[in-house]
């Protein structure tokens, strides 16, 4: 798996701009796992696109189309942002019906 990271600053005023691009996306390429859009708590002008992909064949794919949606949606708000690839090597995750509280 591949996870991408976009990354720009985004002035508050265009912040909507920003949330409506990435709600009007439309359907997502084949390979994508799970996509959010995130912002900074301490800094509500920093935001990220931060996007899991299956794998890196399907990301490449995804980029040989065209400029990534991603990359558009930031630009719709007026920001040019910085990609940054990880490939992911470890993973933890949570048990369906999982809790951490205790039973008596």
């Known amino acids: ?14 912040a ?7 709600r009007d996306a439309g359907a997502l390429p084949p390979g994508l796992v799970r996509t959010e859009l ?15 992909w299956a794998s890196r064949a399907a990301l490449d794919a995804m980029r040989q189309a065209g400029t990534p949606a991603g990359v558009l949606m930031f630009r719709s ?5 910085t990609l940054t690839v ?5 993973t ?7 809790s951490s509280a205790s039973r008596a």
């Open 16 to 22: 909507d701009d920003l949330r409506a691009a990435y």
């Open 86 to 90: 990880f490939e992911v090597v470890e």
């Open 38 to 52: 995130l912002r900074a708590t301490n800094d509500p002008t920093r935001w990220r696109i931060q996007t899991l």
């Open 1 to 14: 798996m591949v996870l991408t990271v976009l990354e720009a600053t985004v002035a508050p005023e265009r």
């Open 92 to 98: 933890l995750a949570a048990h369906a019906g999982s």
């Open 77 to 81: 708000a007026g920001a040019e942002p």
